[in-house]
């Protein structure tokens, strides 16, 4: 028989949204555990490290980062190049580069600090269901067959999720794969993210540069899936990048120190992030800044709901899926605010990059400074479908 364990809110994975979702259940009062299959938190690293406007999620989520964990805090600006080279005039954006080793682990300390517990090397490998009610899950702990119950289970458990898959939870299927290094050596403005848009390096998608010090940066292409042409393989999309006029002469003489491959969300969020017993928060539940990816700071801000609504839920006595509801209420009138308008630029964007002559056109026409909004989310969807409209008038 295995060891039985009991807790009111249970959270698998413990990376950003899991340590999240563990400590704001363990800030509302209720008995938390976090598990974590891996034996280290943090590594390997599947990451740009990229987290714009991290100081403001701080404050709200009342935590203070370890400096230690941040590699670069004077990002400031971005600019973004068309696929022949052409550059746009620099935006503002504020972002901090972290180190997810570290940033991790740290977010763990402060869930542990409220009150969670945490163990390691811990798998979950089914959940616990009477019906379509999740009660807790079945794992292997150090080896150790164990079950542990629990009044709500959140599944903080990254982009695979099994939490969701065995909850019969269904998510989006819109991602890119990514395939990216760390660098060191390069020429380049460590205060700026250079982004860099071209079909026959990222078809549908774009590169990111997340300036890591001085000469040191995540450099990586992201692919949508369904664009990757037969026969070519991410290794030669990125010998392709390498060899575009600007990004050459920014990698002349650069040499990788470590390398991160990965998929991440590009589209909308699951239909349903809460079911009887069960929430889904970060990437299980695909709540990510829809337009690009990015999703530190949205499975922050999500585990930190789901462990607000799993709390109260267990406090009132009420953990069916209609209590459990108001953690999608939360988060979509919050950061869903921000993201789930994205899922129209992110549309109007692949059409956009389908071949370079319209996107070097449109560079000429409408500006990178546009462009380079429309790729961040931050609006001007309709100006550029006016201007697709017209070119297709043109061209077609
Ligand atoms: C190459 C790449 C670059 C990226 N760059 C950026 C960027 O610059 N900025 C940004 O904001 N986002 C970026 N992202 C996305 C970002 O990494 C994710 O959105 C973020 O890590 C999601 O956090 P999470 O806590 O939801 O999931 P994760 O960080 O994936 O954590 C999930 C945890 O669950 C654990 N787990 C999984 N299954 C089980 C199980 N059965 N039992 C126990 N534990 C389990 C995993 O080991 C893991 O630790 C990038 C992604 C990739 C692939």
Known sequence: MPTVYNY????????????????????????????EKKKDIGIPVRCAESVAGLHVYEKRLG???????????NVNSMVLYSPSGKESGAHRIKSSIVERRLFDKDLARHAIRAGAELLI?????????EGDVV????????????????????????????????????RPELSFQCYSFEFMGLKQDPNTIPIF??????????????????????VGIGVLNGFLGKNVS?????????????????????????????????????????????????????IVWVAHGAGIAMSMSSGYLAGQAAAQAVEVGDVSARSLSRYETSWKSTIGKSVLPQVESARVFRELVATDEMMDQAVEDIGTEVLAMLIHGRGYIEQVKEWLREYRKKHC
């Open 197 to 218: 848009i071209g079909k026959t390096f990222c078809p549908g998608a774009h590169v990111w540069w997340m300036p890591k010090g001085p000469d040191s940066a995540d």
């Open 234 to 286: 991410l290794r030669t999309l990125f010998k392709n990048f390498m060899a575009h006029p600007v990004a050459s002469q920014m990698l002349a003489g650069a040499t990788p120190t470590a390398r991160m491959t990965g998929t991440t969300w590009y589209g909308a969020p699951a239909d349903k992030t809460y079911g009887n017993g069960v929430l889904l928060a970060g990437d299980a539940g695909s």
């Open 8 to 35: 009111d809110v249970l959270v698998v994975g413990c990376g950003p949204a899991g340590s999240m979702a563990g400590m704001a259940a363990a800030r509302g009062r209720a008995k938390t555990l976090i598990i």
């Open 63 to 73: 935590i203070k980062v370890d400096p230690a964990s941040i590699s670069n805090d």
């Open 121 to 129: 090397n811990t798998r979950a490998l089914d959940v616990l269901k």
């Open 135 to 170: 009660h807790g899950i079945k794992a292997k702990s150090d080896g150790e067959e164990i079950e542990i119950q629990a009044k709500v289970v959140i599944g903080a458990d990254g982009f695979v999720s099994n939490i969701a898959r065995w909850s019969g939870m269904k």
